[in-house]
């Protein structure tokens, strides 16, 4: 099975007109994880350049689609800078962004997948799937939870493995009902 997050390429038909005022989800997406893996937030150096960039690769051609992107991706990645988590991370050595993996599962298939974050608390590791979705109440919240705590497990399975130790794992939603909601799976 292959992490659904890498699957996703974006639908040529907005890449190439960007006809919509919204920036497509999987734009968003993209920036986010991209801006999450340098560390690169609001008030950074070099944010805004970065952050512009960003979109351009995300596809968005269309000046209007591009800003709204830029403007949604800002503040998810506003919510991650003020929340105890980035702090956390950002206090941890070595944290690690982005780690492809292949793996095995118990029945013998091929899986592979990004872990998004993963680095070494005083309590033991920890790694993190963040989720740009825009979540609007506790019920989506819950579905969305349980569509996807299934990759957490299996990207803490793989650390697991590697590691010698079952790392925490973390649903990070940027944007349950207005804010960064943590599940730990």
């Not at 996807?148 to 399975?157: D, F, G, S």
Request: hydrophobic share 40%; with cysteine.
């Amino acid at each position: 099975e292959t992490d659904p997050d890498l699957d996703q390429e974006p639908e040529r038909t907005w890449r190439a007109t960007g006809s919509g005022r919204r920036a497509p989800a999987i734009a968003v997406g993209r920036i986010v994880h991209a801006a999450i893996q340098r560390s690169a937030l609001p008030g950074s150096a070099g944010y805004e350049r970065f952050i512009e960039n960003e979109a351009f690769r995300a596809g968005l051609v269309d000046m209007r689609q591009r800003q709204a992107a830029i403007e949604e991706s800002s503040e998810l990645l506003g919510r991650l800078a003020a929340h105890k988590l980035w702090g956390e991370v950002r206090a941890a050595e070595g944290a690690q962004h982005e780690i492809p993996f292949t793996t095995s599962d118990p029945q013998g298939q091929v899986q592979s997948g990004q872990i998004d974050l993963l680095w070494r608390a005083p309590e033991g590791w920890k790694l993190v799937d963040f989720k740009s979705d825009r979540l609007r109440d506790e019920a989506e919240l819950q579905a969305a939870v349980e569509e996807h705590a299934h990759q957490v497990e299996r990207y803490m399975r793989c650390a697991a493995s590697l590691l010698g130790e079952k790392p925490v794992g973390l649903l990070c939603f940027l944007d349950a009902v207005g804010e960064v909601r943590l599940v730990e799976v």
